[in-house]
Structures are given as C-alpha cells and as structure tokens.
C-alpha cells in the first residue's frame, strides 16, 4: 500500500506542478527514509495516506471539471465527487481521522478558490457524502455492533494499554495528551524530519518552501502550504507524539521538495 500511494502522489502533483515535479515526488516519496520506515512501522497509517491523498485527487478532479462544465458543458464530474467520496470513506475506516477530509473542504473555502471554483451543489455534497458513508460501512461494519462505541471509549481512557513515556535524546518525556507539562517537545517533528532526511534533499525543501510561498495565490502551492502547516502546526503542540503519525504529512512534504529539486535544475541549467 505504501508503494501505491507514490502513484497518487504522482498523479495529484501532476494535476498543479506537471510532470517533472510529479516524477520527482514519486521518487522522493519511494526512496524517502521517513515514509520507508513509517510504511515498515505503521499499521492502518499506511492505508490513511494512500486513501487520504487518494482523495483529495478525486476531489481535485472534481472541482477542476466542475469549474470547466459551468463554463463549456465539458466532462461530468459527479464520478470525481463519488470516487472522493469513496476514497474518504476507506480513509475514515483505516483510521478515526476525520480532520483530515475536513482540510480539503477548508481548502475549498478559501477567498482565492471561491472565486474560481463553483460551490457544491446539493446533488454533489449527497453524492460525496452518502458514497463517503456507504463505503465506511461496507469495509467497517464493526462500527455498528452495540460494544464499539465502549470499548473505543475503554481504549481512549488508556483502559487497554497505557502510554507512559518516549526517551529522546537521553531525555525521557511523557507521551501521553494527559501531561500538558513535561510531554514530547515541540520540535519533535521537526528534529526528525532534519536527522532522518538526506541533506540534499533537506535544501531541496528549502527552495521548496521559498518557492510555494512565492507562488501561494496559485491552487496547488496554496493546497501544499495548507496542508504543511495544518499538519505540522498542530501535531507539533500537541503532548504526544508517534513516529508513524508523521507519514501523513510526507507526500507534502516531498512534493515541497520536488518542486525545489526542478526549480535547482532550470537555475542550474541557465547560461
């Protein structure tokens, strides 16, 4: 599944950047040695990113073909909206992370594409959610038994393991939301992200960011900013911090650094 989701990254960077940051990204993301060693360590990680970003490429589709149907009665889109809401539906049953489809409606909500993209209609938030819902249910069924709501419960309150602490740097922390004093360090993240990344690519991000700031009022490098920040700002707050929660924030993170990878190469090409 890990090795699925460069094929939607792929795609999704093609979709804004073309085909060059699409290839590159891909490659980042297949040789990366954060998302090599999340996809090894994670367990339903692996299957929220591939439908995640699985997603949010079908719904891209779809607000790109909407927009062009409005103006020229070109291609439908509803099949875009139903393989999203598909897509999401197969996320929410890997794991209980329903921020993350909320990201891409807040996208959308934005001044820059409310002007240039048509709202959903009743027709396409029925189709996307009522396809979102079905699917939850086929492939998490359990959700309904009487018991799940308990025991989720029993498990949040730390009724079946519990989280005692995370030794880092030959400090130990609390790893648990419960200590909002003496938890995991903001710059976790971060600090991994330096450490575990190769040094070329780890400029190539800097470009990167330059970059997507530069260009932020253009949809794609407004999407990555959004979605770099709205991971990394709040995971970063929070007390407790895991290693493979930092898989979900990788395919921005690479695309990032594709794009600064191309933007070397045509610098580097100039006479």
Request: aromatic residues 16%.
């Amino acid at each position: 599944m890990g090795a699925l989701t460069a094929i939607v990254i792929f795609g999704l960077a093609r979709e804004w950047f073309g085909l060059d940051v699409a290839l590159l990204s891909a490659l980042l993301w297949s040789a990366g040695t954060i998302a090599i060693m999340d996809n090894r360590l994670a367990k339903e990680d692996t299957l929220l990113v591939l439908f995640t970003w699985l997603g949010y490429y079908f719904y891209v589709r779809a607000k790109k073909a909407s927009a062009i149907q409005v103006r020229q009665h070109a291609e439908p889109y509803a099949k875009w909206y139903a393989a999203a809401g598909a897509s999401f539906g197969l996320m929410l049953a890997s794991k209980y992370f329903p921020h993350y489809l909320g990201l891409i409606f807040l996208y959308y909500f934005l001044p820059l594409n409310r002007r240039t993209y048509p709202p959903l209609c009743r027709r396409d938030f029925v189709l996307l959610r009522g396809t979102c819902a079905l699917v939850f249910l086929i492939a998490n069924p359990v959700i309904l038994a009487p018991g799940t709501v308990p025991y989720m419960l029993h498990y949040v309150g730390e009724g079946t393991m519990t989280h005692h602490g995370y030794l880092m740097m030959g400090h130990f922390y609390f790893n648990d939301v419960a200590h909002l004093r003496g938890g995991m360090p903001f710059y976790f993240y971060l600090l991994l992200l330096a450490i575990k990344t190769p040094l070329p690519v780890l400029v190539a991000l800097g470009v990167g960011m330059v970059e997507v700031v530069r260009r932020r009022k253009e949809a794609g490098a407004s999407f990555l900013i959004l979605m770099f920040l709205f991971w990394i700002v709040p995971f970063s707050l929070v007390s407790s911090k895991w290693l493979r929660w930092m898989l979900s924030w990788m395919p921005a993170v690479y695309i990032i650094a594709a794009i600064g990878l191309v933007k070397d190469i045509f610098m580097g090409a100039r006479p």
